[in-house]
Each structure stands twice: as structure tokens, then as C-alpha cells.
């Protein structure tokens, strides 16, 4: 008996959608053999190594640091955040991690930034998330606005290419405004004018490690000027220019260049050529700035105000889209002696979607050997290898 051809071709659709179904359970997903395999040039993550606390002077707490002690132990810092009345709920989680592991402890000062007013709902939930003081400013527009010489023509065109090619908030005019103010004139404000070290907080990040000693005290006894927890290559196509700016403003100022410095590590071209060649001679390895503890002396000095400044002048923060963790680790490894560079690898910490998990008792919450646990690939994008083989652990 014959089959009517519209039934035949319908049986043959059902067996080409059972193929297609059998495939889409069956298809081998791509995933990493063990934790070692993300690191080329590297034999071994080191977040997998049984962490304790760094070595060198460390302050406990006491009633030395209750929030209003006068005769405090505390040093002149702050938890320093530039925030949005609209992310005060993503706010708030990060404020309550913080606290958790560290600054119920030690009731280190919140400082709050905005490019415009707070609004009293902001005030009221951050403020009910801390036993510390915290402070609400507004910045003014001349750190916030772009400045004079920004073409807005030039911006709008530089933008479209930048978005067509890819470049996530090319065009988003803020995005580029956070960037240039993280970078040189957030420790400008005068609400900062008497404090020297900050932490930067944003919303919706996590901690988790009980941290018992006061970071910031490790810091200033210790002779460092700057800690960071990840670092990641950066989307060359972001700074095609920054490079060749800064290898111009160095043929100017040759003698800001530090003796100890951290060159090596900022021209890496054996690990990621490809993205050396695309910046045009810069690995793209940062320390990513959404953490950083710091010393603002360093970003007061006159090298970096001169680096900034030339920058600046350069257009890139608008033309293209320079970040903050590019321009603050290009500085901090040209300008400074690498041995103040400080690796907190015992502070757990997680910026959606990359993560440094100690391998420590005193965490809770993530899993240890792992950059991420978004997609596989994410890995390639981890750099600390590099700063370790140029730099060391310190
Ligand atoms: N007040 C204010 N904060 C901003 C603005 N743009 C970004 N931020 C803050 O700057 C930080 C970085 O921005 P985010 O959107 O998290 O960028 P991403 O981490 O690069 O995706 C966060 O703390 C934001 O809350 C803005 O226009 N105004
Ligand atoms: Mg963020």
C-alpha cells in the first residue's frame, strides 16, 4: 500500500526532530577538566592552597574601635561607594556581607557618592545596615560632567563604532563619566580631604570570609599602597589609544617610572598576544577596581596627577572607553614599587561573574579553585598568573 507523500514527509520531520532532540540531551557540554586548567604558563591555582591570614603587623579588634571610641584605633579610611538612589537595595546586601565578615568589627566609616541627591529611602536603609557613621555626598559637576575640550559630536560617532564593534555601554554617556571619576577625581572630593585609605564598595557584590584583623591597619604598618583580589584581561577594543598614550607621556616623564616597577607584567605579550597586539603593546591585564583598597596618597601624587591629566587631555576616556582598572593598574605598575602591591587573597569576594574563593575555614558560600561559575570560558580571562610570575604573591 502506498503512503501519500504529505504523510511521508511529515514521518520524515518527526524523525529529523527525534534526531534533533536526542542531540540537544545528548551533546557533550563543555566543561573544564579540574581547576588547573584554566592556567596556561601557570602549574597551579593558588586560591586552592590552605589560606591564613598575611603575614606582618596585624591589629585585632577591642572597644578601641566601637563606632564612637574616642581614643580609637581606627586610621583615617573609609568604605567609599559611588552609587545610584536606584541600586540602594543591591546596596544594602553588599553593606550587610561587609559588615558580617569585617566592620562590625572595627566600624570603619561608609561614605557614600552621588551625581546627584540622595534620597531620604536611600539614607535611612544604608544607615540601618552599619553601626558606623555614614556620610551621603553629592559631587560636584565639575568632576562629574565631561569636560570642555569633549566634543559631543566626536562622542556620539566614537560611540556608534565602539557599540557596533561590541563595546558594552559605549554609549551610555554615564558609564564613561563613573569611569573617568573612579579613576582621577573621586579622592578630589573634599569630603575626602582628611582621609587617606579607602575600600571601594559597589552594590550587589559579596563577601565571604570572616576577616579579624583591620585591613586597613595592614595596610598603613605594613608599607602598602594598594590590594586587590582578581585580575582580568580587559576588552582591548575598549583602548586601542591608552597604551600609546602612556608610552608618550613616559618619553615625557621618564623619571616617574619606578625603579621596582611592575613594567613587565603591563607589556605581558606571551599569554594573551593577541589582546597585546590589539591594545598595541599592553597585556589589558588589570586589577579589577570594583574592589580596591587604597592608599589616596598615591593617586595625590604628582606622577599620577601628571598621568591623569595627560590622559585626559587624550580623549579616551570619552572617545573610547577607558576604564578605571585600566588607568589605575597601568599607574600602580609603572609608578610604584611592586612589593606595595598587595594580593588579599584571604578576602573572599564576588563580583558577578568572577570570584577569588580562599581555601580557608574562615569561608563560607563559594567554591575554591574556581574563577567563576558562569560559562567555562570565562576562565581564560583570569591574569593573576602573570602578576604572580612578574610580581610575586606579596
Ligand atoms: N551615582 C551614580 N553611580 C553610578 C553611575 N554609573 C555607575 N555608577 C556606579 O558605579 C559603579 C560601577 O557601575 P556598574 O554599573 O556596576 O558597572 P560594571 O560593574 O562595570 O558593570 C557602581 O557602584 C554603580 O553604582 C551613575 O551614573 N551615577
Ligand atoms: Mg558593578
Not at 274 to 296: I, L, P
Request: glycine residues 4%.
Amino acid at each position: 500500500m502506498a503512503i501519500a507523500r504529505p504523510f511521508r514527509a511529515l514521518m520524515l520531520l518527526a524523525v529529523v526532530l527525534w534526531c534533533f532532540f536526542l542531540y540537544q540531551i545528548f551533546k557533550p557540554t563543555p566543561t573544564l577538566h579540574g581547576p588547573g586548567d584554566r592556567y596556561q604558563n601557570f602549574e597551579r591555582d593558588p586560591t586552592l592552597d590552605p589560606t591564613g591570614e598575611p603575614e606582618g603587623t596585624l591589629v585585632r579588634t577591642s572597644e578601641r574601635y566601637a563606632p564612637d571610641a574616642v581614643d580609637t584605633d581606627r586610621i583615617d579610611a573609609t568604605l567609599l561607594a559611588l552609587v545610584r538612589n536606584e541600586e540602594v537595595d543591591d546596596m544594602v546586601s553588599s553593606m550587610k556581607d561587609l559588615e558580617r565578615t569585617w566592620n562590625h568589627k572595627f566600624n570603619y566609616p561608609w561614605t557614600f557618592f552621588n551625581d546627584v541627591e540622595f534620597t531620604e529611602e536611600f539614607k535611612r536603609k544604608t544607615s540601618a545596615a552599619t553601626n558606623a557613621k555614614c556620610h551621603y555626598e553629592l559631587i560636584p559637576a565639575e568632576h562629574w560632567d565631561a569636560p570642555r575640550w569633549i566634543d559631543k559630536q566626536i562622542f556620539d560617532e566614537s560611540a556608534a563604532a565602539l557599540e557596533k564593534s561590541g563595546v558594552q555601554y559605549a554609549k551610555m554617556m554615564s558609564y564613561h563619566q563613573m569611569c573617568r571619576w573612579n579613576s582621577g577625581l573621586f579622592y578630589k572630593h573634599p569630603a575626602l580631604a582628611r582621609t587617606r585609605w579607602y575600600w571601594r564598595v559597589e552594590p550587589k557584590v559579596h563577601f565571604f570570609c570572616d576577616v579579624d584583623y583591620d585591613v586597613f591597619r595592614y595596610m598603613q604598618d605594613n608599607n602598602k599602597t594598594y590590594g586587590f583580589t582578581i585580575n582580568l584581561y580587559d576588552d582591548p577594543k575598549t583602548l586601542p589609544t591608552l597604551w600609546p598614550e602612556t608610552v608618550k607621556f613616559l618619553a615625557e616623564h621618564p623619571n616617574y617610572l619606578h625603579e621596582n616597577n611592575a613594567i613587565k607584567w603591563v607589556v605581558d605579550d606571551v599569554r594573551r598576544p593577541d589582546h597585546n597586539k590589539k591594545a598595541q603593546g599592553y597585556s589589558t591585564c588589570h586589577f579589577w577596581s570594583n574592589f580596591e583598597v587604597g592608599d589616596m596618597d598615591f593617586w595625590r601624587s604628582q606622577a599620577y596627577e601628571d598621568y591623569f591629566n595627560h590622559l585626559d587631555r587624550a580623549g579616551g576616556f570619552f572617545y573610547e572607553r577607558w576604564g578605571d582598572a585600566p588607568v589605575h593598574s597601568i599607574a600602580l605598575g609603572l609608578f610604584e614599587d611592586s612589593s606595595k602591591i598587595h594580593w588579599f587573597r584571604d578576602i573572599g569576594y564576588q563580583h558577578i561573574p568572577f570570584f577569588n574563593c580562599p581555601n580557608s575555614p574562615k569561608c563560607k558560600g563559594c567554591v575554591t579553585g574556581r574563577l567563576t561559575d558562569g560559562e567555562a570560558w570565562l576562565h581564560r580571562e583570569d591574569c593573576r598568573p602573570t602578576w604572580f610570575k612578574y610580581a610575586g604573591m606579596g
